[in-house]
């Protein structure tokens, strides 16, 4: 191996008028791609309430109560402050009620602001049976 | 009149004032540049393009918490940092700007001022090593011993090399060497090598990469300055900003022809001399890695030393060709 | 001269994670070294006990920040053993890819962090700024930078696109040229140089003996590689080569983690131009059958073994991670002696540690009966009190 002193002089001049590599974070954004795991957002008309997120999900992040049982009328809580966002929840429903948005700017000045609540029924056909009851 | 003008001198221009503004100009002129050579941004919120960055980073320090080790003695742990900026601010008095006469000598240019500045700029290394040594501390203590093995091996050829204009200007005297180049510019191509050496050993004089080995963070914490925080750390840093500018004003004076032309044109020339001796002191920092202090030592008396002997061999033939 | 031992961790610059190096040193000249864990341990043995086996996949991967990849193949692996799932070609394919990227990923911040260590910051700036290319590559594949979460029990998650196989292919020659340059700068760069030839001598004997793994292994010159000796996933017929080096000392580790980056350039080219179609995954049950399974990876930083017992239950009964780092201790102790103070970070550095994968609980063998004991800090510190003499309330932590 020959040894040259300065070698790296070169790039570092050639760089010394070049634009900085640096983004400008708050300012400036990077493109997301297409399949980017953000944040678990979930569309309350095709949740069959089958519970297969809350079983799988490693962080216990998803939360199903039952606030009437006859109105079939129920609550999922999205714990956004211990997602671990792996997108099993998404992989684990049966009918795509789950999504993961591209969101990632997640951070508040309080645990509470990030839990996400939804208040649902079941499906119109389920709730519809229900009503004729 | 005089008086006035002393008083100028020694707390406006050069002095005190103008040494805090411009050296932390200067630092971050330095970081900016080693930013843009590392492809990146560098200070950019403080201010225009983050000019401001280093006096909000010395305003900061002074608001910190201040914590003296508990084993360390109080009064020179505390009076050190002081000191430095003292020494060091002194030093700066010296180099022509305005107010000296070649013809006569006053009291910031007489015969042997670039001794007394050799003088002050090395006692202010001392100083660093003091202070590591009287922090009580494993890493200060080693990063204090790091300055004194350091100290041995730069010293000799920046005295060597900063030396050798002056034996061809057949004057010990700041003014009158910077003045014998305004007239024969042309003798400085000679003293190609003596300044090449003169930077390498100011570079490890200010401790900077490859040579900030008593501070190496990732070796021994923060070196000498280990244990000092708040205001202190706050003057030790503006203690090596201005040691930068000091280092390179000096080089400028006796490898660059000084800085003649009055007070506007003087700051002119010393503004933009400093600041080619900065960026070249930048792109040495942006191109090596650190070296071991065995290594360092070895260096310098391996390559630096005898450079600076071959150019005191080469003063002493041109100024015999002179005669 | 007066020995002092000067402590380096658990708080340092040096160091990433805690860690405490305790080092005697003469001067700069360091006569021996300890090395103390346990700053960091976070139980995730344990949790694994508790969690179903798609649940620990995710907590697998929080095991390393870098390895992400490797612990969570490396643990699917031992699950499909054990139900006995034949994974489909394209799904081992693209985990095989990620894995490869995984790796250059890893040897690009581990020469960022190598420079660094040596004060070489220019470096350190410009092969982190190269290693977002192979980040945005991930993010782009699976959808995350850090924590990929493409394995799952039978298979990958996600499938690969003609477009992102362009761009991996665009990004890969990218890497490839700039490593090349990388190549050229820190063999020739004489401060850079200075630094890492010659410091951290392991000899091949003693690299052997000491049980060293991955590339520190590897630069000591001998060629083991899980890759070769043991292929897992499909690694039998991709064409590579085990790169080593004899020099044994820093700068080898430097130079075989450098040819990696290129031979895994080289594979991930393979294995995006022979993707066989087909599935991606299989169905895997959520029970496991009872059994054990031991599964052994190449991580960017060595062997990785998981160990996986399961009772019949969708829960493991016992998993066991022997992260790499923890494998290369020994090694570090006898490299870091008779070095100077200037060289612990880099060949503290040069094992790439990854400190908190390797904290594991600690567990005392009596050499005399064979009796097993796992102890509790409180009985640690106890015993070491008496064992040092030391009186009641005087420091057990003498540094």
Known sequence: MKLRPGAFIPELLKHLFKKPATVMYPFEKLNIPKDFRGTPVLKPELCIVCRACVRDCPAFAIEIETLSEEEKKYKMTIHNDRCIHCAQCVESCPTKALFMDDGYELSTDSRRKLKIAYVYSRPKKTAQQSSEK | MAIMKALVYLFVYPGLLFLFVYSTFCEWFDRKLYARLQNRVGPAYTGRAGILQPIADFLKLLFKEDIIPENADRIIFSILPVIGVATVATAGLYLPLWNYDVSRTTFNSFQGDIIVVLYLLCLSTVILFLSGWHSTNFFSTIGGVRVLTMLFGYEVPLFLSVLSPAIVADSWRLAEVANFYQDFPFLLFFQIIGLFVALISLQAKLERTPFDIPHAETEIVGGTFTEFSGKKLAFFRLMTDIEMVVGSGLIATVFMAGFAGGLMGSLARFVLKTLIVIAILSIIRATFSRIRVDQMVVFSWKYLTPLAILQLLVSIIIKGVIK | ?399
């Open chain 3, 1 to 399: 001269m007066k020995k002092i031992k000067i402590p380096i961790g658990p708080q340092h610059p040096a160091l990433k994670e805690p860690i405490s190096l305790r080092i005697t040193v003469e001067g700069e000249v360091i006569k021996d070294a300890d090395v103390r864990l346990g700053y960091n341990h976070r139980g995730i043995e344990k949790l694994a006990e508790s969690r179903t086996y798609v649940q620990n996949i995710y907590l697998m991967e929080r095991i390393c920040g870098i390895c992400s990849h490797s612990h969570t193949t490396c643990f699917v692996q031992g699950v499909e053993s054990l139900c006995g799932l034949e994974v489909p070609k394209r799904g081992l394919f693209i985990r095989m890819l990620v894995c490869e990227l995984e790796r250059i990923h890893s040897h690009y911040l581990w020469l960022g962090v190598a420079a660094h260590e040596a004060g070489f910051d220019s470096l350190f700036m410009y092969t982190w700024r190269d290693r977002e290319v192979v980040m945005d590559l991930l993010e782009i594949i699976s959808g995350n930078r850090v924590h990929y979460a493409i394995n799952t029990i039978g298979g990958v998650r996600r499938d690969l696109s003609e477009v992102q196989k362009e761009k991996i292919l665009e990004g890969i020659q990218f890497l490839k040229k700039r490593m090349e340059y990388y190549t050229n700068l820190g063999t020739t760069e004489p401060s850079f140089v200075a630094r890492v030839s010659g410091v951290g001598i392991l000899p091949k004997e003693k690299a052997m003996s000491l049980c060293a793994v991955g590339p520190t292994l590897r630069a000591s010159g001998i060629a083991s590689d899980i890759r070769k000796d043991d292929p897992y996933a499909a690694y039998d017929e991709i064409p590579f080569s085990v790169c080593t080096a004899t020099s044994c000392d820093v700068l080898g580790r430097v130079v075989v983690r450098i040819k990696e980056t290129m031979e895994s350039i080289k594979i991930v080219e393979y294995l995006v131009k022979n993707l066989p179609s087909g599935e991606i995954k299989v169905r895997a049950p959520r029970k496991v059958k009872e059994g054990e399974a031991v599964s052994r990876y190449e991580a960017p930083r060595g062997e990785n073994i998981h160990y996986i017992k399961s009772n019949g239950t969708d829960k493991p009964e016992r998993v066991k991670v022997r992260a790499p780092t923890l494998a290369n201790y020994p090694a570090t102790i006898e490299m870091l002696k008779s070095g100077f103070i200037a060289d612990i970070p880099l060949i503290f550095a040069a094992i790439d540690p990854c400190i908190c994968c390797a904290e594991r609980f600690v567990e005392v063998i009596d050499t005399k009966n064979e009796n097993t004991q796992v102890l509790t800090m409180a009985e640690i510190k106890k015993r070491y009190s008496k064992s040092q003499g030391l009186k009641k309330g005087s420091s057990v932590w003498p540094l």
